[in-house]
């Protein structure tokens, strides 16, 4: 299967990563993760603009100075994840083997290339609702593993974005 890659000059890419079989492994390692990215930023230049790491997959955008380089980015990141991974790996298929590779991640990634503002906001809107979608957590900034926060700080989100809850006390009321 032939697979096109887009290279906008100028553009964010959102990426996907996601674990072979979507074991859980990334939140239980999100040390070795960031490391594979500080890692990653030896050899390239880049920004990670948002992230928001869950058990079986990684949501992220990225800002590459060389745009062309992102899929070198994410190559340098699973290999460095994977050779420092040495927790009971489900065995991978033949196809996997006879690549070298060790069944820890999805052999390919899902991207799509930002080019407006509005587009950028709305991907960083579905990167940080990302764990209340899958069920981890009733309210956004109650994820730990997300730039949420760091959205927060700099005013971008409200602390309490998408935590509608009781706000309008719909629950307490009594119709019958």
């Given at each position: ?19 072979y079989n979507r074991k859980n492994i990334f939140t239980d390692n999100v040390t ?34 060389n745009i062309k380089e992102y899929p070198k980015i994410i190559t340098s990141m ?99």
């Amino acid at each position: 299967m032939n697979y096109k890659r887009v290279f906008v000059p100028n553009s964010y890419v959102h990426l996907v990563i996601v674990a072979y079989n979507r074991k859980n492994i990334f939140t239980d390692n999100v040390t070795l993760l960031k490391n594979a990215f500080k890692n990653a930023k030896r050899y390239f230049n880049f920004e990670i603009i948002a992230i928001c790491i869950l058990p079986n997959h990684v949501h992220m955008i990225l800002n590459p100075e060389n745009i062309k380089e992102y899929p070198k980015i994410i190559t340098s990141m699973k290999y460095y994840f994977s050779k420092n991974f040495n927790v009971g790996v489900e065995t991978p298929t033949y196809g996997y083997i006879n690549k070298g590779e060790k069944g820890i991640f999805q052999r390919r990634f899902y991207e799509h290339t930002i080019t407006s503002q509005e587009e950028l906001n709305k991907h960083l809107d579905y990167i940080h609702y990302n764990p209340v979608k899958h069920g981890l957590v009733s309210v956004v900034k109650d994820w730990e593993y997300s730039s949420f926060h760091k959205y927060v700080e700099l005013g971008y989100y409200d602390i309490n974005w998408c935590n509608f809850g009781n706000k309008y006390g719909i629950l307490d009321m009594d119709i019958e």
